[in-house]
């Protein structure tokens, strides 16, 4: 076993540190080692036998040594890698020789490598239009990348508690604005669109980010092509820039996020040509040319403008070439050009609004529609309001004088019905009260048709079934439209027959495709049914209420789903590229593609490097656990002292809320006044921290974190090298196919989605979504001559079946075979091959590893739960509620993954905190 016992002197005679740290993981011991080094005596206290936490090499098998929990290497910060000198203590990095290996049952594979030429190759091989746009895709990816890397070195700064002292608070102040300084200079670098598309990352699900970057990279190279082709041919013209030295550039266009802008002369030909270029490109891609938004602006004095803009189809509009009355260019800080604006504006005053005419605008139909109502007569004129005065047209007789004495007692009698004051009411509502959807509802035209509202909602359909049919009668659900607004493109023209174009009506009802499968039901039911022109007219009457009518409600409901269903799938491209980078999205983690916010996993999984070479992820000779002995030795070098055996039971608080040590199991207790944590914040604050010491809503914020995760690692003994039939390069040795991670069951997104299903079911998936590597394939010392040793990072396994239980053997040994079952489909004779191996569920995880939930990252990577969030909303800065205590492990800023950077980050936080207590 690695380093037991590994001490330096007889720990038992030194009972005071400087700092204690609470678990040996890789994050632990570089925190020990920054801390050492910054002059502290530092011990680390290791719960198992062995160091190194998750990232851990452990003879399980005789004769075969595994990565047993974590299994490649790439997020190690670079920084690191070089402050501890780890090469020079004995890290070896083994680099595959593919990156990433995708077989498929049909015999196809997709095998990409670290050369852009060779991935070109492969992806083409299913999708020349991905093809073209991954080096884009890698590309944005990668300056995203070089954005985090700020962030993931450097401590988050906001945090609910502050210094009390004003020099302290002060400093922590100026640290602050330099960080969101940098932050902001590292955004704008970004650009606009960058900026927007790093957004859409964080914020979407995976599905999405794939669909949005690889369709919307690839319309875009189209159009540009199509513009430097029609530019070649003569057809346009645009300006040329000239240079000092050479003979400058010319420009056609322009291409932003969503825009483009076109230089071309004044000329009909040149701009028929613009449409019909316009034109052809809507054709092809399936994307809608917005006319109506575009807008033309003339340079100089151009005469046939109206007659350019007819053929376009798009607006006027003029380059601003004044601001607030001055010139663009001209001297803004000299004041004999601002003199002549301000006396302008002074002259003026506030003459020359129009901001009542544009109210006064709507008056005509808004008065329509409001009263006034006489409350107590505050608000009324008598001089110009129309008010009745009593005027008799003769003199009354005597016999009269009664009956006007009782008209005028009426009159008198009848006060104010309300003490309130007189009000305008609005005749739209019955409150009186105006709301603007009366008002919309009474401008806008009447509805053509009358909704069959009864015939949707009354049905005894399922209600996800019913919305379906829902969208089908407002015309919302034609594929065309919602994968154009997806950046995708789709010709017009139905899926099923390819001979008529794509309506609502024809893709339901009318298609021959359609018309079969309805006749097929109709023959079923035995009865004749005529097919109405309008889906919505086939939905009246699917309200009535005898026993065949309410079962032939069913039908339009039924075969909808049927005809829909089949069409979306078949509209999916290349999805065996979308799967295989999806796949990364969910490593670790209980969320789907589909689920917001996993686009970040993706990207986490992309930033770190192998000798400067983004996502390469490497194997480490000698298994995972050589990463933790070179940190180790590091520590050691600069004084770390590490103590394995020795678990922790709880922390020794004060009275006053500061920390003074730790207990041990065995009740042997070390002081120390500075404590770092590299356990999950569960563990640490729910069961080594005494509640009375913490505040209420920070228990609950701790409590209420998801620790939820769907993993499960196998590692596997095989006496053979699994051989996939799909791909058999080198057959029968080791090939380049093995040496990358292997993905089973990330065919398409959907299996990934309905494997992500199965586990939200609360069962394991039925066809488990796997990272399968062979490290042995690269590393000779971890297997006897012949034999490998596999690992298998399988999801989704939820913590606690619903249809059995993680301790019962048969349940175990069901769900692996069910694994092994799987890669014989695509590497025959692999179940044969096994040896032996070693199961990780997610209680296993928690058991083995304290592993909260069996979850690798310490706690969800969702947006929720990362950078000023993580481990909770004010205290990301690694400091916590107990003064002395820290956080370092992955459940801290910047998150999971062999990555160093919350043990680094913690330990600078620990150093300037003694730094100002020293002071």
């Given at each position: 076993m690695w380093l037991r016992g590994f001490s330096s002197v007889p720990i038992k005679e030194k009972k005071k540190w400087d700092a204690l740290v609470i678990g040996a993981g890789h994050n632990g011991l570089i925190a020990a080692t920054y801390l050492a080094r910054g002059g502290l005596t530092v011990a680390v206290l290791e719960r198992r036998h062995v160091i190194g936490g998750a990232a851990v090499t452990e003879e399980i098998i005789p004769g075969f040594k595994f990565s047993r929990c974590s299994y490649l290497q790439s997020l190690l910060r670079p920084s690191i890698v070089r402050e501890l000198e780890l090469v020079k203590h004995g890290l070896k990095l083994l680099k595959p020789l593919c990156t990433s290996f995708?077989?498929?049952?049909?015999?196809?594979?997709?095998?990409?490598?670290?050369?852009?030429?060779?991935?070109?190759l492969e992806i083409s091989k299913f999708s020349k239009r991905d093809a073209d746009a991954y080096p884009r895709y890698e590309s944005?990816?990668?300056?995203?990348?070089?954005?985090?890397?700020?962030?993931?070195?450097?401590?988050?700064?906001?945090?609910?508690?502050?210094?009390?002292?004003?020099?302290?608070?002060?400093?922590?102040?100026?640290?602050?604005?330099?960080?969101?300084?940098?932050?902001?200079?590292?955004?704008?670098?970004?650009?606009?669109?960058?900026?927007?598309?790093?957004?859409?990352?964080?914020?979407?699900?995976?599905?999405?980010?794939?669909?949005?970057?690889?369709?919307?990279?690839?319309?875009?190279?189209?159009?540009?092509?199509?513009?430097?082709?029609?530019?070649?041919a003569g057809l346009l013209q645009g300006f040329r820039a000239n240079g000092r030295r050479d003979g400058g550039v010319c420009v056609s266009h322009l291409l932003f996020a969503n825009d483009m802008i076109l230089f071309c002369d004044a000329y009909e030909e040149q701009i028929l040509h613009v449409r019909m270029l316009l034109l052809c490109f809507q054709a092809v891609t399936g994307l809608k040319v917005n006319a109506l938004k575009s807008e033309m602006v003339p340079i100089g004095e151009v005469p046939n403008i109206h007659i350019l803009v007819e053929i376009l189809g798009c607006r006027i509009r003029s380059l601003p070439m004044t601001y607030l009355g001055m010139p663009l260019g001209a001297s803004h800080k000299s004041p004999t050009v601002w003199n002549p604006i301000l006396e302008k504006i002074e002259r003026r005053g506030v003459h020359g609004s129009g901001l009542w005419r544009s109210i006064h605008m709507g008056w005509e139909d808004f008065s329509k529609n409001i009263r006034f109502e006489v409350g107590v007569g505050d608000r009324m004129k008598l001089w110009t309001d129309q008010c009745w005065d009593v005027h008799f047209t003769r003199r009354r007789n005597d016999w009269e004088m009664g009956g006007v004495d009782d008209f005028l007692r009426t009159l008198g009698s009848n006060l104010p019905p309300t003490e309130n004051g007189d009000h305008l009411r609005w005749k739209l509502t019955k409150n009186g009260d105006f709301d603007v959807r009366s008002f919309y509802n009474k401008l806008r035209s009447p509805l053509p048709i009358i909704f069959p509202w009864k015939g949707v909602w009354k049905v005894k359909a399922l209600r996800r079934v019913s919305f379906f049919v829902w969208t089908a009668v407002w015309d919302i659900i034609l594929t065309g439209d919602n994968l154009r607004g997806r950046w995708m493109d789709?010709?017009?023209?139905?899926?099923?027959?390819?001979?008529?174009?794509?309506?609502?009506?024809?893709?339901?009802?009318?298609?021959?495709?359609?018309?079969?499968?309805?006749?097929?039901?109709?023959?079923?039911?035995?009865?004749?049914?005529?097919?109405?022109?309008?889906?919505?007219?086939?939905?009246?009457?699917?309200?009535?209420?005898?026993?065949?009518?309410?079962?032939?409600?069913?039908?339009?409901?039924?075969?909808?789903?049927?005809?829909?269903g089949p069409g979306l799938r078949d509209s999916t491209l290349s999805d065996v590229v979308k799967a295989t980078f999806a796949a990364d999205s969910i490593i670790g983690t209980m969320a789907s593609i589909h689920t917001p916010g996993s686009g970040y996993v993706l990207l986490h999984h992309v930033m770190g490097e192998t000798d400067g070479e983004r996502n390469i992820w490497s194997h480490v000779e000698g298994g995972m656990g050589s990463v933790s002995l070179a940190i180790s030795k590091a520590a050691k070098e600069a004084g770390v002292h590490i103590l394995t055996n020795a678990e922790v039971s709880k922390l020794v608080i004060e009275d006053s809320g500061i920390v003074n040590g730790v207990l041990l199991t065995d009740g042997e207790q070390f002081c120390s006044s500075i404590i770092l944590s590299n356990a999950t914040p569960y563990k640490t604050f729910m069961e080594l921290v005494p509640q009375n010491f913490l505040p209420d809503g920070f228990v609950r914020a701790i409590k209420n974190s998801d620790y939820r995760s769907g993993t499960t690692k196998i590692n596997v003994a095989v006496d053979k090298l699994p051989q996939f039939k799909s791909c058999r390069l080198n057959y029968p040795e080791v090939g380049p196919?093995?040496?990358?991670?292997?993905?089973?069951?990330?065919?398409?997104?959907?299996?990934?989605?309905?494997?992500?299903?199965?586990?939200?079911?609360?069962?394991?998936?039925?066809?488990?979504?796997?990272?399968?590597?062979?490290?042995?394939?690269?590393?000779?010392?971890?297997?006897?001559?012949?034999k490998h040793v596999v690992g298998l990072f399988t999801q989704y396994t939820p913590y606690k079946p619903s249809d059995g239980s993680w301790e019962d053997p048969i349940y175990r040994e069901s769900y692996a075979q069910r694994c092994f079952n799987l890669i014989d489909e695509y590497a025959p004779g692999f179940s044969s091959s096994v040896i032996g191996y070693d199961m990780l569920t997610p209680p296993d995880l928690e058991r083995e590893f304290s592993l909260t939930g069996g979850n690798i990252f310490h706690g969800a990577m969702g947006l929720d739960s990362l950078f000023l969030m993580r481990p909770i909303k004010g205290w990301s800065d690694h400091r916590t509620p107990i003064r002395g205590l820290y956080m370092c492990g992955s459940g801290s800023h910047p998150g999971g993954g062999v990555m160093g950077a919350p043990g680094r980050n913690a330990a600078h936080v620990v150093l300037q905190d003694v730094k100002k207590r020293s002071r």
């Open positions: 995708t077989p498929c049952l049909d015999g196809r594979y997709l095998l990409l490598w670290p050369n852009d030429d060779q991935n070109y944005q990816l990668h300056k995203f990348c070089k954005f985090m890397d700020f962030l993931l070195e450097s401590h988050a700064p906001e945090t609910l508690h502050g210094d009390s002292y004003l020099i302290d608070w002060l400093r922590d102040k100026l640290h602050k604005s330099v960080f969101w300084t940098r932050c902001l200079q590292h955004a704008l670098s970004l650009g606009q669109k960058d900026l927007v598309d790093f957004m859409d990352l964080l914020l979407s699900p995976t599905s999405k980010v794939l669909n949005m970057w690889f369709e919307f990279l690839v319309m875009m190279e189209v159009l540009n092509k199509m513009m430097k082709k029609a530019k070649g789709f010709v017009d023209q139905c899926i099923m027959c390819r001979s008529n174009g794509e309506t609502v009506d024809h893709l339901l009802l009318h298609c021959g495709k359609a018309y079969r499968l309805w006749s097929l039901v109709f023959r079923s039911f035995g009865f004749s049914w005529v097919l109405l022109r309008l889906v919505a007219d086939t939905l009246f009457g699917g309200h009535l209420r005898t026993w065949r009518v309410q079962m032939t409600s069913f039908l339009p409901f039924s075969v909808a789903l049927c005809l829909t196919q093995h040496t990358a991670t292997i993905r089973i069951g990330s065919e398409s997104m959907e299996q990934i989605g309905s494997a992500c299903q199965d586990a939200w079911n609360g069962l394991p998936s039925r066809t488990p979504v796997m990272e399968m590597t062979i490290p042995s394939s690269l590393d000779k010392t971890l297997s006897p001559p012949g």
